[in-house]
């Protein structure tokens, strides 16, 4: 099984590098159009730089100048999913703490929270507030005997980013199970994580498992699909250790930005380049989206 879920990621990545991000045609009363650039700013010591402005910024598309129009905080919407399951119930106290804390770090964004331990499912959405939200993460428990479900968990966050319609999401998995139990097709998963065209991040303790239960081992699928996603699949060895995870993700999304440039109508996002009018400093790119 792991083998065939591993072909299925590797095959739907190749579709999507030749498709994502492109506009669909622009309609006859059409004037213009902008794209989105979600990036980061670094200096020579590849720290974050968040003070700067539309002038600051260098876009090129195959070769050609394009007018950046504004610069902002990527507050684009999070979903954090937490691993429920019978492999989780040593580390889940020390997880849904991280957790809390990541929760307080990343700022008023849309937010949702869910489980994946047995069916996944949310238990906040995208309408509650914060206040409802860190409630609900705060009465959560682990598990007994369902075992975790992560591919199918992703998917079903997937689904709650494409309702959004947001140009650029963070679902983010934080697991203790060695091994996945999702029941749906793997080719079905994995389309819809790939399709919601989320940034997947996964935190996943490889220490406290056991090697026992049925099901594929996720790691490799998982691994490739974050990568593709261009997010972060971050391995631990101790539930300590998701605090400090989760606070260098919590980092990062609060220092991307999101860069809105002028484009020719029905153009595509083809060889994007980006720069920076900042001595020393360099600019890591994490997407282009149409408006």
Same mark, same amino acid.
């Given at each position: 099984?792991?083998?065939?879920?591993?072909?299925?990621?590797?095959?739907?990545?190749?579709?999507?590098?030749?498709?994502?991000?492109?506009?669909?045609?622009?309609?006859?009363?059409?004037?213009?159009?902008? *794209?989105?650039?979600?990036?980061?700013? !670094?200096?020579?010591?590849? *720290?974050?730089?968040?003070?700067?402005?539309?002038?600051?910024?260098?876009?090129?598309?195959?070769?050609?100048?394009?007018?950046?129009?504004?610069? *902002?905080? =990527?507050?684009?919407?999070?979903?954090?999913?937490?691993?429920?399951?019978?492999?989780?119930?040593?580390?889940?106290?020390?997880?849904?703490?991280? =957790?809390?804390?990541?929760?307080?770090?990343?700022?008023?964004?849309?937010?949702?929270?869910?489980?994946?331990?047995?069916?996944?499912?949310?238990?906040?959405?995208?309408?509650?507030?914060?206040?409802? =939200?860190?409630?609900?993460?705060?009465? !959560?428990?682990?598990?007994?005997?369902?075992?975790?479900?992560?591919?199918?968990?992703?998917?079903?966050?997937?689904?709650?980013?494409?309702?959004?319609?947001?140009?650029?999401?963070?679902?983010?998995?934080?697991?203790?199970?060695?091994?996945?139990?999702?029941?749906?097709?793997?080719?079905?998963?994995?389309?819809?994580?790939?399709?919601?065209?989320?940034?997947?991040?996964?935190? =996943?303790?490889?220490?406290?498992?056991?090697?026992?239960?049925?099901?594929?081992?996720?790691?490799?699928?998982?691994?490739?699909?974050?990568?593709?996603?261009?997010?972060?699949?971050?391995?631990?060895?101790?539930?300590?250790?998701?605090?400090?995870?989760?606070?260098?993700?919590?980092?990062?999304?609060?220092?991307?930005? !999101?860069?809105?440039?002028?484009?020719?109508?029905?153009?595509?996002?083809?060889?994007?380049?980006?720069?920076?009018?900042?001595?020393?400093?360099?600019?890591?790119?994490?997407?282009?989206?149409?408006?």
């Amino acid at each position: 099984m792991r083998t065939n879920v591993v072909a299925v990621v590797l095959a739907l990545l190749a579709f999507v590098a030749s498709a994502a991000f492109q506009q669909q045609p622009p309609s006859p009363d059409t004037t213009g159009a902008s *794209r989105f650039a979600l990036a980061t700013v !670094l200096d020579p010591r590849n *720290r974050p730089v968040v003070d700067v402005g539309a002038d600051d910024f260098v876009i090129q598309e195959g070769g050609a100048s394009r007018e950046v129009l504004s610069v *902002r905080p =990527a507050d684009y919407p999070v979903i954090v999913m937490l691993d429920t399951g019978i492999d989780a119930r040593g580390d889940f106290a020390l997880m849904k703490k991280a =957790a809390e804390h990541f929760v307080e770090r990343i700022g008023p964004r849309p937010l949702a929270i869910g489980i994946f331990g047995g069916a996944p499912k949310m238990i906040a959405g995208f309408d509650d507030d914060r206040e409802t =939200a860190l409630a609900r993460l705060g009465e !959560l428990a682990p598990g007994t005997l369902e075992p975790s479900e992560l591919l199918q968990g992703a998917s079903v966050a997937a689904g709650a980013i494409r309702q959004t319609g947001a140009l650029f999401a963070a679902l983010i998995m934080l697991s203790s199970a060695p091994r996945d139990s999702s029941q749906a097709s793997p080719d079905a998963m994995v389309a819809s994580i790939i399709d919601s065209g989320a940034i997947l991040h996964v935190i =996943a303790n490889r220490v406290s498992q056991s090697a026992a239960g049925a099901g594929f081992r996720p790691a490799a699928a998982i691994r490739a699909l974050t990568e593709q996603s261009r997010g972060e699949y971050t391995t631990i060895y101790s539930a300590a250790s998701y605090q400090s995870a989760l606070d260098r993700l919590a980092d990062r999304l609060t220092t991307e930005l !999101l860069i809105e440039y002028l484009v020719p109508v029905g153009s595509k996002p083809n060889d994007v380049r980006l720069g920076v009018r900042i001595v020393g400093a360099h600019v890591r790119g994490l997407g282009v989206a149409p408006r």
